[in-house]
């Protein structure tokens, strides 16, 4: 799913990050090309239109545009936005007591609404639910058969009704049954139509009154597209409607319908069906569907190249700041940091051919003695972050009372910050003006 809309967001991000810094237009451009991009994808020209002006309203800001790699940031934005549009947080199917929880399936015919109900009561049962399938959909002649297969291979019990009942009592009927017999899920497939008509919907609603279903998921096939969206519009506005379930998702190699309906409808997705087989349905969740859609061993690793670009621009400032001899208390703290994620000082020390990336003695510090540290150094004036050479001995009281440690812990950390500090400055100092700062990678 999502070929062509992956390839081509790849393009336009993979010529982005050729750039160094970015302008306005850089980004306006490459914002242009995904807005075809979506719309080439079949997403709705509306989503399109919002989610552009989303994108573009944080991508264009000072801190981007000024930042460090300001391509990969302007990736992690959309892919912020894509998963917002997707529906933000995954919503799981709460399904709890009072027992039996009734859920309703709706839709037009040929969506895969009795597959789904199918899935979705295989899927519980998986999760150790008792559940009872309920044909309601007395249209199709086939549908009752259909569903009686499917509760077998599933392996949770069925409940239909020769004929002669309305579909609102077979419903209720099912639901009487499922108490009887304690299911604790009653999933309930309705009638489909060709197309969306009154007569669907109030029957529709009807069943939902009727056994006052728990919730109401709505069937709509991706693979529609644009008219996928349309449908769902169209339910939402006449008949209560708690979820989606998109099935042919593995289709669909545009994905329109699953980037617009949740925009345009309010509803959540909760669920995407991937396949014919029973095992076919996922739990949707925007923020892996928005990955899959910018292609995750590609773009994704943009931004994770980004993310050390940001460390690595740490450690190229914190080597001038050593050269400068402006390395403070504050520094010394932040490196404490650093090294215990194992960040820029690695990357300080590579930068310093011959050293292979050892540590200076004083930094090596156990996570009691970084808040002991942090401590200390928080009860210190700025300027006595900045100047520790200030701090007398009058002063080492106050900072060790505001601090909760003693004078000799604040003359321990402030022998260990000298020695990194020389340590440092000396390695530092110790090559040529711009020998070793660009790494090797
Ligand atoms: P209903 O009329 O809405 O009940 O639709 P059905 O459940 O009978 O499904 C219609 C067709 O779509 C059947 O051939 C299903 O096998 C197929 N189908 C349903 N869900 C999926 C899916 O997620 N992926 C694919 N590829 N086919 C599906």
Redesign the pocket.
Known sequence: MFEALTERLGQVFRRLSGRGRLSERDVDEALREVRLALLEADVHYRVVKTFTERVRARATGAEVLEGLAPAHQVVRIVRDELTQLLGGRAEPLRVDPPWPAVFVMV?????????????LAHLLRRQGRRVLLVAC?LQ?PA?VA?LEVLARQAGVDFFGVPGGMTPPDVAKAGVAHARRGGHEVVVV?TA?RQHVDEALMAEASHIVEAVQARQVLL?V?AMTGQDAVNVAQAFVARMRIDGIVL?????DARGGAALSVREVTGAPILFA????RLD??EPFHPDRMAGRILGMGDVLTLIERAEQAVEAERAREMVKRLREDAFGLDDFLEQLRQVRRMGPLDQVLAMIPGLGGRLPAGLKVDERELSRIEAIIQSMTPQERRQPSIIDGSRRRRIAAGSGTTVQDVNRLLKQYEEARRMLRHLARGQGPRAGWRRGS
Not at 110 to 116: E, L, R
Not at 247 to 251: A, H, P, Y
Not at 273 to 276: A, D, Q
């Open positions: 839709g037009l015919q040929g969506s895969g609404k009795t597959t789904a109900a199918g899935k959909d199709r549908a259909q497939d489909g069937v096939d099935t042919k998702l593995d289709g069906g991937t396949g014919e076919g349905l």
